[in-house]
């Protein structure tokens, strides 16, 4: 029986390339193409494939948004990211929502075969490539797990308008506290975050889900 697969990227070059390479000794069958997150989605609710080889950059829906609902309505279908993405943030972002498979655009046909077969098999995939980097990531994560519940509530609100690009007095007027109050709590944070500037802080907020990468 043939593999059923669906393409979501919006560039049709692109899933004609793709469609073209899997289809070559008949072993899979691409069923549907989508060029956006949003027809993604309404061609799921029409016919789940086996594999969803799903972009991340797509006009409307991106593709951790398509993953994201996918895994709340808890569709019956394996989910491989196809990507131009190597930064660790992307990966760990769809490792965290629960991703089958993470692999790049640029890897060899045979691999993305390879990836396919793993995640219909129950297997996780994730391209060799990115693996150092992604347990390099999950290791420091662990270290700034401490960092973050070291913050107080307040604190925490605190970094939130600040990785956000909220100046001082903004942040006092929000929370309705004094600036003097606003400039403590953020020299409290960059010590506890061991950073020592804004954007820093900001850079740690989004690596550690505090605030949202997209």
């Known amino acids: 029986m043939k593999i059923r697969v669906m393409i979501a990227d919006d560039h049709s070059l692109v899933r004609e390339g793709i469609k073209q390479l899997l289809e070559f000794d008949g072993s899979i069958e691409v069923i549907s193409e989508a060029s956006d997150g949003k027809e993604c989605l309404e061609k ?13 950059n797509m006009p409307g829906k991106n593709g951790l948004d398509v993953l994201s609902e996918i895994k709340e309505k808890r569709y019956n279908v394996r989910v491989l990211i196809l990507t131009v993405h190597n930064e660790v943030e992307y990966l760990l972002k769809a490792v965290d929502m629960g991703v089958d498979g993470y692999i790049l655009k640029d890897s060899k046909s045979a691999e993305l075969k390879k990836a396919i077969q793993a995640v219909l098999s129950g297997e996780n995939y994730i391209q060799a490539s990115l ?12 270290i700034d797990k401490d960092k973050i519940e070291s913050l107080t509530g307040r604190e925490l609100e605190v970094l939130i308008k600040v990785a956000n690009g909220m100046l001082n007095k903004e942040i006092a007027t929000n929370l309705n506290i004094s600036e003097r109050t606003v400039k403590n709590h953020v020299s409290n944070i960059f010590k506890k975050i061991d950073v020592s500037d804004r954007t820093q802080a900001a850079v740690f907020a989004i690596k550690n889900n505090i605030i949202k990468l997209f």
């Open 44 to 56: 799921l609710r029409e016919e789940i494939p086996d594999v969803l080889l799903l972009d991340i």
């Open 131 to 142: 693996i150092p980097a992604l347990n390099n990531r999950l290791a420091n994560r662990d």
